[in-house]
């Protein structure tokens, strides 16, 4: 029986590729699955019951079995369905004979040792391989370019089908629809192939070895050992040769220097802090510390007693206030929200956000650009 989680996970893939020694020093760290990785891996086996439904496959409805399935989840997974469906549909428009396969289980240990992991929907045909993996999250937008997990799932199809199918290219897309997000990435068969030989197998190698160098980083974020990890700790600490008490004395490069890793260090501090008060109620001691009870808000310990009492106090105990727009999409459905509601809908302007230059969206005016303009 094959492990259930490979050490060189295609999920974990750019943090390893970035710090290969990681790879071992978090598979000894035990998983403690979330509330927001259950409701991914519910929604998952409903996008894929839903699908087969779709395609006349036998299946079986999971909707009784599922704790957080919600409207939501319904359109979500809904959406998913059609998305792949349409998928297979255009495939087939240019090869008499494709093959849709659900949840299937890859292998790329060609290039990473143990590697395996299961595809979420693979459409091959000839000309383009697709690649569809059905991302649930709402936290972190995520994007199917340059996006190794699915290069090395993209790299498991190929291992099925290269030999049936006259493969050019691979089509990898994620499909996010709580954020709205489908986000595709063309890449060539053979540009594919290439940085499998010349970057994953090699990095893959070093880090089932326990060997290269460790690198901080935005891959730090999934890390078992972020807290604690001294390499992330030297990468923030850098910040300490900045003299913050005279911030206006700083020249222009430096508070570029600052600002290309504040948001690592906020999230450090962050972890180290929730690391420490995870020890400490454990019963470790950090000098110039104590663990105290913290502020709290005052709650109803019964909210139907206490209508119940104002209202024969002769008050009216409740409020009204028009839903949110993402609630009143729930309530009427997308296609009635957007008949009834799409015209007295505004997206004013967003806040002025600083950003990293390789951040996708358009840049705005500033004041000093406006005046030039004048």
Known sequence: MPNKHALLSASASHRWLNCPPSARLCADKEDTASEYALQGTEAHSLCEHKLKVLLGLETQDPTVSLTFYDEEMEGCTNDYAEYCLSVIEKAKGNCKDPIALIEQRLDFSEYIPGGFGTGDCIVAADGTLHIIDFKYGKGVEVSAEDNSQMMCYALGALNLFDSLYDISKIDMTIFQPRRENVS??????????????????????????????????????????????????????????????????????????????????????????????????????????????GRSNRKYTDENAVADAVIKAGKDPYEKKLLGITAMTKLLGKTKFENLLSELIEKPQGKPTLVPITDKRKEINTANEDFKEN
């Open 184 to 293: 595709t990435y063309t890449m060539p068969k053979d540009a594919l192939y290439k940085w499998a030989k010349e970057v994953l197998k090699p990095t893959a190698l070093l880090a089932y070895d326990s060997k290269g160098d460790f690198k901080a980083g935005d891959h730090c974020r999934f890390c078992k050992v972020k807290a604690t990890c001294r390499k992330r700790a030297e990468y923030n600490l850098e910040l300490a040769k900045y003299d913050f008490e005279v911030p206006d004395t700083l020249e222009n490069i430096e508070v570029a220097a600052i600002l290309t890793k504040a948001d690592e260090l906020v999230s450090w501090v962050e972890d180290v802090k929730e690391y420490a008060l995870r020890q400490a109620l454990c019963g470790v001691k950090f000098d110039g510390f104590k663990v105290v009870e």
